[in-house]
C-alpha cells in the first residue's frame, strides 16, 4: 500500500511559480513511477508528466507544460516534486499525485489507469 499526500498549491498570479510536493508512504517507494495529473472544473483529468523509479522526466507529452514544469524526486525523503513556473491561468486545477509499479513497462504515463494510488489533489489557481 501507497498513501500519498499532495501538498504546496495556492493562489499565485500569473508568471508566477509554485513547487507541489507528494509525500509517499511505504518504504518501496523508489519501486514505483509517479504521475502527476490535474483537472479543471468541467475538464477530464489530465496527463502533466511523470517520472519514472530511475529518475527519468517525462513531459514530453504534454505540450502545453513543456518549458514551464518540471518534475523531480528524492526517494530519501519518498517525495515527488512538480515545479511550475511562468504559470498561467488554464494552469488553474486541482493537482493530483499518483504512485505506479508497472506503467515504467507500459510506457502509458498519461494513461491514468496505469496508476493504482492517488493523492487527494491540491488546488492551484492563478490569477490574471
Known amino acids: 500500500q501507497v498513501q500519498l499526500v499532495e501538498s504546496g498549491g495556492g493562489l499565485v498570479q500569473a508568471g508566477g511559480s509554485l513547487r507541489l510536493s507528494c509525500a509517499a508512504s511505504?518504504?518501496?517507494?523508489?519501486?514505483?513511477?509517479m504521475g502527476w495529473f490535474r483537472q479543471a472544473p468541467g475538464k477530464e483529468r489530465e496527463f502533466v508528466g511523470a517520472i519514472s523509479w530511475s529518475g527519468v522526466e517525462h513531459t514530453y507529452q504534454t505540450p502545453s507544460v513543456k518549458g514551464r514544469f518540471t518534475i523531480s524526486r528524492d526517494n530519501a525523503k519518498n517525495t515527488v516534486y512538480l515545479q511550475m513556473n511562468s504559470l498561467k491561468p488554464e494552469d488553474t486545477a486541482v493537482y493530483y499525485c499518483?504512485?505506479?509499479?508497472?506503467?515504467?513497462?507500459?510506457?502509458?504515463?498519461?494513461?491514468?489507469?496505469?496508476?493504482?494510488?492517488w493523492g487527494q489533489g491540491t488546488q492551484v489557481t492563478v490569477s490574471s
Open positions: 499518483a504512485a505506479s509499479i508497472n506503467v515504467d513497462y507500459s510506457g502509458k504515463y498519461y494513461d491514468t489507469t496505469q496508476y493504482g494510488y
Open positions: 511505504g518504504r518501496t517507494f523508489s519501486s514505483y513511477a
